[in-house]
C-alpha cells in the first residue's frame, strides 16, 4: 500500500545497516503517464501497438505514442493500469503469485492481480502487483529495448523501480534526471525540463575511517566527510588500498562526501545505488562495481567527483553501470570497463545528463571484442574549445597480466553510441 516508511541507520559492529528514507505521504494522481524504468529509461509498452488480450508488455525507447501511456485510476489498494491505445489492463497472467510470471494486457475487470500499488523507492516508485506482492520488473534484470516485462520478488534491483511522467510532455531518451536524487516522488509529476547539475556541498563534519564500512540496507550519511586514515591507503594509485565503504548486494548509500585520503573509495559486491555521493579527490578510484550477475546494475544517481588522474569510476565486474545527473572535473575517464581482469565479462555504460570539465580525458573506455557498450544522453562538457575529451575510447580486451590496446574511439552505433545532438559544449 501507499504509505511512508522513515528512515534509519545505524552502525552495528562496523556495518552499517537501515532502511529506506521517507516515502511520499501520498501517491501519484489519477492520469495519463508513461511509466519509466529506473535503469535502462525505457517506457512500458504494448508491443506491436496491439489490442488483443493476452499480449505480454515490454519496454521500449520513448516516443509518446499512445502504446507507452498509461491512465491511472484508483482501484481497490491501488491503481488500475490501463494502455490508452487497447483500453486493457495491465494484469498477471493467470492471475498467477510465482515470481517470473508474465505481465500483459487483459480486458479489464478490476482483480487484484489487474491493481499496482505504487511505493516509493528511493526517487522512483516500486510497482507492486496486489495480488502477488511481488514487482513490475524486465525479465532478468534486462536494459535492453524489447525486454519483456514480469512480476519478480521485490528488492532494490534498478530494474524494478519506475518513474512516472506525465503523458503529453517531451519523452525523456533516458532514465528521468533528479538533481536531488534523494527527495521522493512528487505527487504531481513535474513537466519542467532539470538543468544540468552544478555546485558542490560543504560537509557537515568529518570521520576519520581506518577500517571498511559495510553497508546493507539504505544509508543516509547526512553529507558528512569520511576519508581514509591508518592503513586504509594514502589516496594514490595503489591496488593494494582498502575501499572506505563496501556495499552489500541491494544496498543504496546515498548523501556521503569522499575526504582525501580517498583510498579505494567504494567497492560494490552486486546491484547498488550511489546517491548524492561526491568525491572531493579522488583516490585509486572514486567506486568500483565487482559482482558475478550479468544483470547486477550500479546506478550512480547526482554527486560529482573532482582529481581524478585515472579513473573515477571502475567496472570489474559483469552487468551495467548507470551514471547520471553528474559532473565530474580535472580526471582521466569517468568510466573504465576492465580490460585486464581476471574474467573477461561483457560490461554495459549508460550516461545522462553529465557535465564534464576540462581538464579530461575520456568520458568512457570499453573493450568492443567483449561485445561492451556506452550509451551517452545529455552530454555537457565545458572549458574544451579544443574539443580533447574523447566521449567514446574503445579497446581490445586481453587477459590478465596484459596490457590492453586501444583500436578506436567516437560513435559507431554499435558499441559507442550517441549522436552529435547528445553532446554539447560550453
Same mark, same amino acid.
Given at each position: 500500500?501507499? +504509505?511512508?516508511?522513515?528512515?534509519? *541507520? %545505524?552502525?552495528?559492529? #562496523?556495518?552499517?545497516? /537501515? &532502511?529506506?528514507? @521517507?516515502?511520499? =505521504? !501520498?501517491?501519484?494522481?489519477?492520469?495519463?503517464?508513461?511509466?519509466?524504468?529506473?535503469?535502462?529509461?525505457?517506457?512500458?509498452?504494448?508491443?506491436?501497438?496491439?489490442?488483443?488480450?493476452?499480449?505480454?508488455?515490454?519496454?521500449?525507447?520513448?516516443?509518446?505514442?499512445?502504446?507507452?501511456?498509461?491512465?491511472?485510476?484508483?482501484? +481497490?489498494?491501488?491503481?488500475?493500469? *490501463? %494502455?490508452?491505445?487497447? #483500453?486493457?489492463?495491465? /494484469? &498477471?497472467?493467470? @492471475?498467477?503469485? =510465482? !515470481?517470473?510470471?508474465?505481465?500483459?494486457?487483459?480486458?479489464?475487470?478490476?482483480?487484484?492481480?489487474?491493481?499496482?500499488?505504487?511505493?516509493?523507492?528511493?526517487?522512483?516508485?516500486?510497482?507492486?502487483?496486489?495480488?502477488?506482492?511481488?514487482?513490475?520488473?524486465?525479465?532478468?534484470?534486462?536494459?535492453?529495448?524489447?525486454?519483456?516485462?514480469?512480476?519478480?520478488?521485490?528488492?532494490?534491483?534498478?530494474?524494478?523501480?519506475?518513474?512516472?511522467?506525465?503523458?503529453?510532455?517531451?519523452?525523456?531518451?533516458?532514465?528521468?534526471?533528479?538533481?536531488?536524487?534523494?527527495?521522493?516522488?512528487?505527487?504531481?509529476?513535474?513537466?519542467?525540463?532539470?538543468?544540468?547539475?552544478?555546485?558542490?556541498?560543504?560537509?557537515?563534519?568529518?570521520?576519520?575511517?581506518?577500517?571498511?564500512?559495510?553497508?546493507?540496507?539504505?544509508?543516509?550519511?547526512?553529507?558528512?566527510?569520511?576519508?581514509?586514515?591508518?592503513?586504509?591507503?594514502?589516496?594514490?594509485?595503489?591496488?593494494?588500498?582498502?575501499?572506505?565503504?563496501?556495499?552489500?548486494?541491494?544496498?543504496?548509500?546515498?548523501?556521503?562526501?569522499?575526504?582525501?585520503?580517498?583510498?579505494?573509495?567504494?567497492?560494490?559486491?552486486?546491484?547498488?545505488?550511489?546517491?548524492?555521493?561526491?568525491?572531493?579527490?579522488?583516490?585509486?578510484?572514486?567506486?568500483?562495481?565487482?559482482?558475478?550477475?550479468?544483470?547486477?546494475?550500479?546506478?550512480?544517481?547526482?554527486?560529482?567527483?573532482?582529481?581524478?588522474?585515472?579513473?573515477?569510476?571502475?567496472?570489474?565486474?559483469?552487468?551495467?553501470?548507470?551514471?547520471?545527473?553528474?559532473?565530474?572535473?580535472?580526471?582521466?575517464?569517468?568510466?573504465?570497463?576492465?580490460?585486464?581482469?581476471?574474467?573477461?565479462?561483457?560490461?554495459?555504460?549508460?550516461?545522462?545528463?553529465?557535465?564534464?570539465?576540462?581538464?579530461?580525458?575520456?568520458?568512457?573506455?570499453?573493450?568492443?571484442?567483449?561485445?561492451?557498450?556506452?550509451?551517452?544522453?545529455?552530454?555537457?562538457?565545458?572549458?574544451?574549445?579544443?574539443?580533447?575529451?574523447?566521449?567514446?575510447?574503445?579497446?581490445?580486451?586481453?587477459?590478465?597480466?596484459?596490457?590492453?590496446?586501444?583500436?578506436?574511439?567516437?560513435?559507431?552505433?554499435?558499441?559507442?553510441?550517441?549522436?552529435?545532438?547528445?553532446?554539447?559544449?560550453?
Amino acid at each position: 500500500m501507499i +504509505g511512508t516508511v522513515v528512515g534509519v *541507520a %545505524a552502525l552495528v559492529g #562496523g556495518v552499517f545497516v /537501515g &532502511v529506506s528514507n @521517507a516515502a511520499p =505521504s !501520498a501517491g501519484p494522481s489519477a492520469g495519463a503517464y508513461r511509466i519509466v524504468n529506473g535503469a535502462s529509461g525505457l517506457c512500458l509498452t504494448v508491443p506491436g501497438n496491439s489490442t488483443a488480450d493476452g499480449v505480454q508488455l515490454t519496454v521500449s525507447s520513448c516516443n509518446g505514442a499512445s502504446n507507452q501511456t498509461w491512465n491511472l485510476s484508483t482501484q +481497490g489498494s491501488g491503481f488500475r493500469l *490501463a %494502455a490508452a491505445n487497447s #483500453g486493457k489492463c495491465a /494484469g &498477471v497472467k493467470d @492471475a498467477s503469485t =510465482s !515470481a517470473g510470471k508474465a505481465v500483459q494486457q487483459e480486458s479489464c475487470t478490476g482483480s487484484t492481480s489487474q491493481t499496482w500499488e505504487l511505493t516509493a523507492s528511493g526517487s522512483n516508485y516500486r510497482v507492486v502487483n496486489a495480488n502477488s506482492d511481488k514487482c513490475l520488473n524486465t525479465k532478468d534484470n534486462s536494459t535492453s529495448s524489447g525486454a519483456l516485462v514480469q512480476q519478480n520478488s521485490c528488492d532494490s534491483v534498478s530494474t524494478k523501480q519506475w518513474s512516472l511522467q506525465p503523458a503529453g510532455s517531451q519523452p525523456p531518451a533516458s532514465p528521468t534526471p533528479t538533481r536531488t536524487p534523494t527527495r521522493s516522488p512528487s505527487p504531481t509529476p513535474s513537466t519542467n525540463p532539470t538543468p544540468p547539475p552544478s555546485g558542490w556541498p560543504s560537509p557537515n563534519g568529518s570521520q576519520a575511517v581506518t577500517s571498511t564500512i559495510s553497508v546493507s540496507g539504505t544509508v543516509d550519511g547526512g553529507l558528512k566527510r569520511y576519508y581514509a586514515s591508518g592503513d586504509m591507503g594514502d589516496g594514490g594509485q595503489s591496488e593494494s588500498q582498502d575501499p572506505i565503504f563496501e556495499l552489500a548486494n541491494g544496498a543504496t548509500l546515498k548523501n556521503v562526501i569522499i575526504g582525501s585520503p580517498g583510498a579505494d573509495g567504494i567497492h560494490c559486491l552486486g546491484s547498488c545505488t550511489l546517491q548524492n555521493v561526491w568525491w572531493e579527490d579522488v583516490g585509486e578510484d572514486a567506486a568500483t562495481l565487482l559482482g558475478s550477475s550479468s544483470s547486477q546494475v550500479m546506478t550512480i544517481d547526482g554527486g560529482g567527483a573532482r582529481s581524478a588522474s585515472d579513473k573515477v569510476f571502475q567496472h570489474n565486474g559483469p552487468g551495467t553501470m548507470i551514471i547520471r545527473n553528474f559532473q565530474v572535473e580535472n580526471f582521466g575517464k569517468l568510466y573504465r570497463a576492465c580490460g585486464n581482469c581476471t574474467n573477461s565479462y561483457q560490461r554495459h555504460v549508460q550516461m545522462s545528463n553529465i557535465v564534464a570539465t576540462s581538464p579530461g580525458k575520456a568520458l568512457a573506455g570499453i573493450n568492443t571484442n567483449w561485445g561492451d557498450t556506452a550509451r551517452f544522453s545529455n552530454i555537457t562538457i565545458k572549458n574544451d574549445s579544443s574539443h580533447k575529451i574523447v566521449i567514446c575510447e574503445k579497446y581490445k580486451g586481453v587477459p590478465k597480466g596484459s596490457e590492453p590496446t586501444k583500436i578506436g574511439e567516437g560513435a559507431d552505433g554499435t558499441n559507442c553510441i550517441y549522436s552529435s545532438s547528445d553532446i554539447h559544449y560550453q
